[in-house]
């Protein structure tokens, strides 16, 4: 029987070995590393081989690992084992829904394809910092059969946080550029379809048919996904609440027409503005970012939608230059920086992507991000509010030029050194192979005579193809009948 025990899968636990070693070992004692993960128990005597090859050989202590398990017979075996981790009998959304444990290893092995719901994962781990101050986060995923509602969810997220559809509009004042993505997605697919000498007419179908969706393409989004929501922190969790699709409005897979996409756009603005739901939506971003004493801005009707962030941070800004006199464009920045602190997002330290084939043909995706906190960073802007409150002057003219505080020079070049990586830098995603072997087919007298021969339908399915096991299970009815004698 094919189990877990499969080269391309132990080449893929020895990838997260070496992620771990490279980006988490580096600074860490192993013994104090606590790790979340699948363990995985599927046959007696090949319980927790991703404890026993990766976690183990590196130092982890074993009651240092919690090994999830949702199902009871195969958590029984784990337990039995007396491996020493501790086992939770839990589905993984239910446990970080109920838990605020952290870890710095959260490994997730998952059997089957990502899922709505399961990107719920992310948005807590981020939004919850359940990774704590430096961590790995690793998914595998098969990249297969995802349900057609996944398709299109994904199609929005591939599009609201992958970085090509997320450059800056041409226009700079233009009140859709929140939508900007979609505007280039829209271009970009006008081009394709131009090159290719098709109409626009014939864009439009393919997109209404859903031709147009590849799904390798579509699969990136969940990748790009789990980067955004590390990087929002707190806000993952308002950002999962909300439907993209509220972001990616329906008409704009049926018409991806430059010229025509940004005219409806700016008619949706106009519409969502006087949308009584509007001004709701953007009070959960705030209370996700903490920053809810802002809120009666955006009662402001001139602050409305898409601006009230700008807003926000402008009207701090405006704050800082009318009582501390300090430059407005600084005040801006600070303001920035500050929202920016009170989500607690994840800087990524490192990125690795692979695929490969499993010998049970399950087409695997799997994706690692070494992360951490810029305490630094917080540090150095508690500082900075520190000596605000204290009046320290601000900005100095030194031998004819300016100089600003020390703590705010130097959080400056913390700031700009520590942006850690982006959309723009995902990996690309690595083969590591397959041990698939495809199987032969076998004829109908062979299959009958294997069982005949006291063989079970499920080791015929095993060793060949051409007949499913309930196909074999029903030969096997006759045989035991002697139908065939
Ligand atoms: C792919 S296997 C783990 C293999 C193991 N990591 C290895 O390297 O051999 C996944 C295991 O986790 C369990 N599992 C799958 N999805 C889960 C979930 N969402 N929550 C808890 N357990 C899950 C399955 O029952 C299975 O035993």
Redesign the pocket.
Known sequence: MNT?DDPV?QLS?LRLRAFIKKNLLNHMKPENVRVL??????VEG?EA??VK?VYLPLGILPENVVG????ST?AERLRATKLGIEIVD????D?FRGNSDTFHVI??????QQTRE?LEVPALIAGRHLLGKNGIFCT?YSGKRESRPFQTELMARRILFSPAYREEVDDPTDRSAGFSGYINLAKELEQEYRDMGIGNERLVEDIASGELRDLGWLREGITHTTLAYLTIGSLALAYHTETPERYMPQFLMQHPVAGIVRERLRQSYVQQSGDPTFKDRHRIFLKALGVARWQDLIDKPENSGENFSTAMVEEYGDYLERTKGIPRHIGTMFSLMRAEEEKRPYVIADMERYQYTSNKNFFMLMDMFAVRQPYKIYQLLDSVVEDLRNNVPFARVRNGSLSYTRNWSRLCAEYAEDRGLNHHDVPERHDLGSSWVPRDRISRTDAIDFLKANCSPAEIAECFSGFSRRQLAAMKAHVTMGTYD
């Open positions: 877990y899968k636990r993960c699948f363990p995985g128990a599927e090949q081989l991703e090859e999830l398990e949702e199902d195969r839990q589905n993984d959304l446990y490994s997730l092995d998952y059997t089957g399961r595998n």
